[in-house]
């Protein structure tokens, strides 16, 4: 599309002084439409690798739970054989078994408290942030030099 008055197209001039106000109005409308897009996939994306890891360290809790309810049955059962019949195998049996359903939900508790304090903020798209408002500031800058 050319200009009636001097026939320049509005995207093909190189130097910024040579555009009109409209011109720059709208190169610095699609610059900002494009830029709001590119940040708002990156903090997607970033997001749904932060919520995969936290739904896995829940999952790891909820199974710590699930076990440690078990080793409570087991545990309970076992001190009640163990106290009523004092000296009976079948009572260190169900404790054996209710200790090892205890160290496993250990395990899986501690497994995923560590999967999530891994869960932090979207750090790529809060950095890329600070340097688009930094550009902002200073739009004559060049990318590199930021």
Do not use: H
């Not at 709208?26 to 997607?44: F, G, Y």
Request: aromatic share 6%; hydrophobic share 40%; net charge neutral.
């Amino acid at each position: 599309m050319t200009s009636p008055s001097d026939g320049r197209t509005p995207t093909s001039a190189s130097d910024p002084n040579d555009l009109s106000l409209g011109e720059l109005v709208s190169s610095a409308t699609r610059d900002l439409s494009t830029l709001i897009r590119t940040e708002v996939q990156l903090a997607k994306v970033e997001i749904k690798q932060e919520v995969t890891t936290a739904g896995k360290g829940a999952g790891l809790l909820g199974g710590a739970g699930f076990l440690g309810l078990f080793a409570l049955i087991f545990l309970s059962i076992s001190a009640a054989y163990g106290i009523s019949w004092l000296g009976v195998p079948l009572g260190c049996a169900f404790f054996t078994v209710g200790a090892l359903y205890a160290v496993g939900a250990a395990v899986l508790a501690l497994t995923g408290k560590k999967k999530l304090g891994k869960v932090g903020p979207p750090e790529k798209t809060i950095e890329t942030v600070k340097d688009d408002i930094t550009w902002a500031k200073n739009p004559t800058t060049p990318l590199g030099e930021r």
